[in-house]
């Protein structure tokens, strides 16, 4: 063979090998054209919780709320018994009072208000004694001596209870001193406050448990 025929030859065989390595790569190579798919992640466990059948915080309550205080005074509810001893002799008890309007403080000597109180007690008892009123205060956790002392320096007009171990104030959850409670004729407590209180709230007290009557400060 002429030396022009191999170079001719060459070549053409040289362009067929590489027309058949286009030919493969175009067959089983990846389509430019078509955007290769992205594998979606699967989503990570998420905790499920039981809805709480309780009812939202958020929404109003169908109880009625009471005033400040209002639970520890038993307003509406028959009184507690009380019976102790009294100052100077005697006992108190309230069942025996019964049919009568009845203003019970539990009380101690030590305590400002309660001494403070004590002059307007006595001149709300002046006044409607006649109006069949009973006041009687009940010391708690003191010696006999100390309060009889307190009664006579302040001229107590009413009878003093002695409630030496604190039974009586626990039985009437006075826990805090002075606390007041308004009992009806039919022995029903119908107020309640706080101590350090004046006279338009005594007055407001009066009048729950003495219907009729023109109570006044």
Partial sequence: ???????????????????????????????PGVARATPTPRPSPVAVTTASTAPSSAQPSTTPVPSPGESNFHIGEPAPALVVPQLGGGTVDLAMLK??????????????????EFPQMNGFYARYADEGLIVVA???REEEGTIAAFAQELNATFPIGLDADGT??????????????????????????????GPDIMADGLRTIMPGVDVTP
Wanted: charged share 15%.
């Fill in 99 to 116: 049919g009568k309007p009845v203003w019970l403080n539990f009380m101690g000597t030590y305590c400002p208000p309660c001494r403070d």
């Fill in 138 to 140: 009940v010391d708690v």
């Fill in 168 to 197: 009586a104030a626990q039985a009437w959850d006075a826990i805090v001193l002075p606390v007041h409670f308004w009992i009806d004729a039919e022995g029903i407590i119908r107020d309640g406050a706080l101590g350090g209180i």
């Fill in 1 to 31: 063979m002429e030396p022009r025929v191999q170079v001719v030859a060459g070549i053409a065989s040289g362009a067929l090998v590489a027309v058949l390595l286009i030919a493969m790569i175009v067959a089983f190579g990846p389509d």
